[in-house]
């Protein structure tokens, strides 16, 4: 009866320990933990493509504090998808972390592109479109870190 209490007892402690490393700060993402957070208002100018879907915006500074956002102050990129519906994105690429560069934008266009290494991601979905290949397997690039975007009547809020 005791062994059986035990066996229970382990294998509770067991499953606990594999749910509770699923934390959503504990998954294994290419870039490193970043502690985001920025109120972005779709009234001010800088902000107005964000007013309509598919029209990204990269922005460098939090709102209100001043401070450089993303990893390394990359900056975020933040976009609308659907009607109140919003994707943010840390601008550091996921292929190459440590170059002193950020994915950059084309104004009005979903798609992103490294200038170090030529990736592009396909902005509504954070996903990389083309990687180059090694002469013996193609190259695996994550997609982009997102954050997660909550709307308040004319204010988006990106906290993380």
Known sequence: MQSKVIFFLLLALSLFLFWGCSDDLKRNTVIPYTPIETRINLGWADYQDLNFPGRPVYILYSTPTGE?????????IVMQTDMNEYKCYDATCTNC?????????????????CPTCKTQFFLPYGIPLNAEEDENEAKKIAPLQSYPVDVAGNILIVRY
């Open 97 to 113: 972390i440590d170059a002193d560069t950020h994915i950059e934008i084309t104004a009005g266009d979903q798609i992103a592109k």
């Open 68 to 76: 450089l956002l993303g990893y390394n102050g990359n900056g975020i």
